[in-house]
C-alpha cells in the first residue's frame, strides 16, 4: 500500500482511478487492486494500522492466513462490484472490516481459547467501528457499501474456513 502510494505521488498520472467501479467490466480489474489504492496519506494511514493488528492476529493464529486475506479480497471486491455505489472504491477498508468478521466468525464457530479470545479482543477494540461503519452516508466519500461488502466477505469466508466445535454427544452419530 505505501509502496502504490509512493509510485502513485511519483507517477504523472492518476493511479486512483484503477479502484473498483461497479458494474464495468474496467471496474473488475479494481477487485485486486481496490486494497492497494488510498485517496490521501490520512486515508492511509487510518486502514494501515487497523490491518496490521489484524494481519498480526490472523497471521499469528491461522496457517492458512494469506489465503484468506486473498478470499477475502476477492469476495468483498465481487460483492461490491455487484452490490456497490456508482463510484471509484479504493482502500483497504473491506479487507480491515473482513479481516474483523472473518476473525470473530471463526472465534464464536470454533470455540477454542485462541479463536475466541482474538474474537473477543477484535469485538472490543473495532466492534464500535463495524457497526459504524456500514451505516449509509449517501452524500459521503466514505465507501460505507464496501465496509459491508468486506463484513459479509469475512462472514462467507469464516464460514468456508473454519469448522463448528461439536458441543454434544449426539452431534458425533
Same mark, same amino acid.
Given at each position: 500500500?505505501?509502496? /502504490?502510494? $509512493?509510485?502513485?505521488?511519483? !507517477?504523472?498520472?492518476?493511479? *486512483?482511478?484503477?479502484?473498483?467501479?461497479?458494474? #464495468? @467490466?474496467?471496474?473488475?480489474?479494481?477487485?485486486?487492486?481496490?486494497?492497494?489504492?488510498?485517496?490521501?496519506?490520512?486515508?492511509?494511514?487510518?486502514?494501515?494500522?487497523?490491518?496490521?493488528?489484524?494481519?498480526?492476529?490472523?497471521?499469528?493464529?491461522?496457517?492458512?492466513?494469506?489465503?484468506?486475506?486473498?478470499?477475502? /479480497?476477492? $469476495?468483498?471486491?465481487?460483492? !461490491?462490484?455487484?452490490?456497490? *455505489?456508482?463510484?471509484?472504491?479504493?482502500?483497504? #477498508? @473491506?479487507?480491515?472490516?473482513?479481516?474483523?468478521?472473518?476473525?470473530?466468525?471463526?472465534?464464536?464457530?470454533?470455540?477454542?481459547?485462541?479463536?475466541?479470545?482474538?474474537?473477543?479482543?477484535?469485538?472490543?477494540?473495532?466492534?464500535?467501528?463495524?457497526?459504524?461503519?456500514?451505516?449509509?452516508?449517501?452524500?459521503?466519500? /466514505?465507501?460505507?457499501?464496501?465496509?459491508?461488502?468486506?463484513?459479509?466477505?469475512?462472514?462467507?469466508?469464516?464460514?468456508?474456513? #473454519?469448522?463448528?466445535?461439536?458441543?454434544?454427544?449426539?452431534?458425533?452419530?
Amino acid at each position: 500500500m505505501w509502496f /502504490v502510494f $509512493a509510485v502513485n505521488w511519483i !507517477l504523472p498520472f492518476d493511479l *486512483r482511478g484503477l479502484g473498483l467501479y461497479p458494474r #464495468s @467490466s474496467g471496474g473488475i480489474f479494481g477487485i485486486p487492486m481496490m486494497p492497494f489504492l488510498h485517496a490521501n496519506l490520512d486515508h492511509l494511514v487510518g486502514n494501515t494500522i487497523p490491518l496490521m493488528v489484524l494481519l498480526f492476529l490472523l497471521v499469528s493464529s491461522r496457517e492458512d492466513s494469506w489465503l484468506v486475506v486473498g478470499f477475502i /479480497v476477492v $469476495a468483498s471486491g465481487a460483492l !461490491l462490484w455487484v452490490l456497490g *455505489r456508482s463510484a471509484v472504491h479504493i482502500g483497504a #477498508s @473491506s479487507l480491515t472490516f473482513g479481516l474483523c468478521s472473518f476473525l470473530i466468525t471463526v472465534g464464536v464457530r470454533e470455540r477454542l481459547l485462541i479463536p475466541v479470545v482474538i474474537a473477543i479482543l477484535v469485538g472490543l477494540i473495532y466492534g464500535g467501528t463495524l457497526l459504524s461503519g456500514v451505516i449509509p452516508r449517501w452524500q459521503s466519500d /466514505v465507501s460505507w457499501d464496501g465496509h459491508l461488502c468486506g463484513l459479509m466477505a469475512g462472514v462467507l469466508v469464516g464460514f468456508w474456513f #473454519s469448522a463448528p466445535k461439536l458441543t454434544r454427544l449426539k452431534d458425533l452419530g
